[in-house]
């Protein structure tokens, strides 16, 4: 199980005075072969929430395709958009039934807003729920992007600076974790809207 949970990415989720800041490297890789340098790890899954993966890609695909499809049925049956802590239980317990039913590691980040604010979670592959007060990260290059964001991040701090700061916490893992890499993915969840604000690719020759 230890070694299953050694996944290669590294992925942040911060908590700002006007949004969540969500960002990921975009390096895949298969142990020590790099099979994708382009890969999508923020995915926006309904208009309230976007989530960033770490893990199986394939688990990770699958249970995004559910958790979209689930979100969109309970607002049909309740006529109400669902909360943030609603869609974080909900990925958790699909989880929670992943790795115990198929075997599958999905590590997620969730940021969200509703009508009482804006929110964000951490989603452990076994399916535990954590409500996050400031930051968070998760990935074989999260150690390297900890120690960005334990001397960094202030409380209170807008999101404008929050994007700066993942940006310096994910180039710091990229600078010393090989299997993060080839860029960085940035999605602002505000309460107008969420937005991708950064999609960089950078060669290897740049890193």
Same mark, same amino acid.
């Given at each position: 199980?230890?070694?299953?949970?050694? @996944?290669?990415?590294t992925t942040v989720g911060l908590v700002c005075k006007d949004g969540i800041v969500l960002a990921a490297d975009k390096r895949a890789t298969a142990g020590n072969m790099i099979v994708d340098k382009r890969a999508e790890k923020v995915h926006i899954i309904t208009d309230d929430f976007a989530v960033t993966i770490a893990g199986m890609v394939s688990d990770a695909q699958l249970l995004i395709k559910l /958790?979209? &499809?689930?979100?969109?049925?309970?607002?049909?049956? @309740?006529?109400?958009?669902? @909360?943030?802590?609603? &869609?974080?239980n909900l990925l958790g317990g699909l989880l929670y039934?992943? !790795?115990?039913?198929? +075997?599958? $590691?999905?590590?997620?980040?969730m940021g969200g807003k509703d009508f009482s604010g804006m929110y964000l979670y951490d989603l #452990?592959?076994?399916?535990?729920?954590?409500? !996050?007060?400031?930051?968070?990260?998760?990935?074989?290059?999260?150690? #390297? &992007?900890?120690? /960005?964001?334990?001397?960094?991040?202030?409380?209170?701090? @807008?999101?404008?600076? +929050?994007?700066?700061l993942v940006m310096r916490a994910i180039n710091t &893992?990229?600078?010393?974790?090989?299997?993060?890499?080839?860029? /960085?993915?940035?999605? $602002?969840?505000?309460?107008?809207d969420i937005r991708r604000v950064v999609e960089k690719e950078l060669e290897d020759s740049l890193l």
């Open positions: 199980m230890e070694e299953m949970l050694k @996944t290669g990415t /958790v979209r &499809a689930e979100l969109k049925l309970k607002e049909v049956r @309740t006529n109400k958009r669902p @909360t943030t802590k609603e &869609a974080a039934t992943n !790795i115990r039913q198929v +075997g599958g $590691v999905a590590h997620f980040l #452990f592959p076994d399916g535990s729920v954590t409500k !996050i007060k400031d930051y968070v990260s998760s990935g074989s290059g999260s150690v #390297f &992007a900890y120690g /960005v964001l334990e001397t960094q991040y202030k409380p209170g701090m @807008t999101t404008a600076d +929050g994007v700066k &893992a990229l600078q010393r974790d090989s299997c993060s890499g080839n860029g /960085v993915d940035v999605v $602002v969840v505000s309460e107008k």
